[in-house]
């Protein structure tokens, strides 16, 4: 039964790998790159873009082995890393495709964990990709969208054996992994936090229409913030469980730990999210301040001139038996009362405080 079950798993990752062979993904490599970071508490060894025959043969059992692979167009390298791992089919189905939210799935032999990983802001857009990780038994597989990520510090400090992480296993490289993706969000809300500052000094001072298209921007980004981070703390609490044991007891807190700043990032999120609707109040607020003022100006203006006009439609009649027309000051007189009524109305309207 073993042995059916294993051919039929076997005929299933062919049928997949068949299917996407056709797949193009134009932001990541086209070749796929490859590096593989090998250590334990006494050694470590590093090695970039080598055969990956050469490389899935260094992953020994006696150390912890990093495998990271950038770009998910190279079908036939994605297939090699999955034979000799052993992965499930839906598992590399899921590596390939970029539209899933974060989640994580428990296999036989493995633990699946995915999210979107954001880590720059270049000029006002969110610079993000799809990323996924493969917990093993001292292994660790990571599948990047695109070339290049903020783990930097990570290598240097298994270089270096700075810290514990030389000490411990697998899983706990898949913690500071993902916290380091985690701690890259608190950065995306402070940029947008700052954002969210100048679009509010711009309103007060003199509203535009760009200002309002700055706000759409931004709660375009919440509404995909919301989506990357929400279920992300679906995905842990599910890690944090732990049903399968895949997660050392003593690195179970710093999964709990990276759970709690999830959370405080939703509350961050939703705080911003009421900020950026307030943002929005306010514009339409300035907006119609300043229509009503102009409104107001125009009214007073126009309430001024009625009176004028009478007048000045009375005198233009023209009817021969007009007293008024006889008298030589007439001209001067008219214009001696129509000044009279301009000053009296706005002296009436200052003194109500209508400008």
């Known amino acids: 039964m073993k042995g059916n079950e294993k051919t039929k798993r076997k005929a299933a990752l062919k049928h997949l790998t068949e299917q996407l062979i056709d797949h193009k993904h134009t932001t990541g490599p086209d070749q796929g790159i490859l590096e593989l970071i090998s250590y334990n508490e006494n050694s470590v060894s590093i090695h970039n873009n080598i055969p990956i025959e050469e490389l899935l043969e260094r992953c020994q059992s006696h150390q912890v082995s990093w495998v990271n692979v950038d770009g998910l167009t190279n079908q036939e390298l994605i297939q090699k890393i999955s034979k000799h791992f052993d992965l499930h089919y839906l598992l590399v189905e899921d590596v390939m495709n970029t539209d899933h939210q974060p989640k994580a799935d428990e296999f036989e032999d493995h633990l699946f964990f995915t999210l979107k990983m954001l880590y720059r802001i270049e000029g006002q857009s969110i610079d993000y990709e799809h990323i996924s990780f493969v917990l093993g038994k001292n292994y660790l597989l990571s ?25 411990r296993g697998a899983d706990y490289l898949l913690y500071r992994l993902i916290d380091a993706i985690v701690d890259s969000y608190y950065s995306i809300l402070d940029s947008i936090g700052k954002r969210i500052e100048e679009i509010e000094d711009n309103i007060s001072n003199n509203a535009t229409e760009l200002d309002f298209i700055e706000i759409q921007k931004l709660r375009k980004e919440f509404i995909y913030l919301r989506k990357v981070v929400y279920p992300l703390r679906e995905a842990l609490n599910k890690v944090i469980k732990n049903e ?11 999964f ?8 405080h990032l939703i509350d961050s999120l939703d705080t911003y999210k009421d900020l950026t609707s307030t943002l929005m109040d306010l514009y339409m607020n300035t907006i119609n301040y300043r229509m009503n003022e102009v409104m107001k100006l125009l009214t ?4 001024i001139f009625i009176p004028l006009s009478f007048v000045a439609g009375v005198y233009g009649m023209n009817f021969e038996n007009m007293p008024e027309l006889a008298w030589p000051n007439g001209y001067y007189g008219v214009l001696i009362v129509m000044g009279i009524i301009f000053l009296a109305m706005v002296g009436y309207f200052r003194y109500k405080k209508w400008f």
């Open 143 to 167: 599948f990047q969208e695109k070339e290049g990520d903020i783990f930097d510090n990570l290598r240097n400090r298994i270089k270096q054996d700075n810290g514990v992480i030389r000490k």
């Open 244 to 254: 399968e044991g895949f997660i050392e007891e003593r690195n179970e807190k710093y």
């Open 256 to 263: 709990s730990d990276v759970y709690d700043h999830v959370i």
């Open 300 to 303: 007073v203006i126009t309430t």
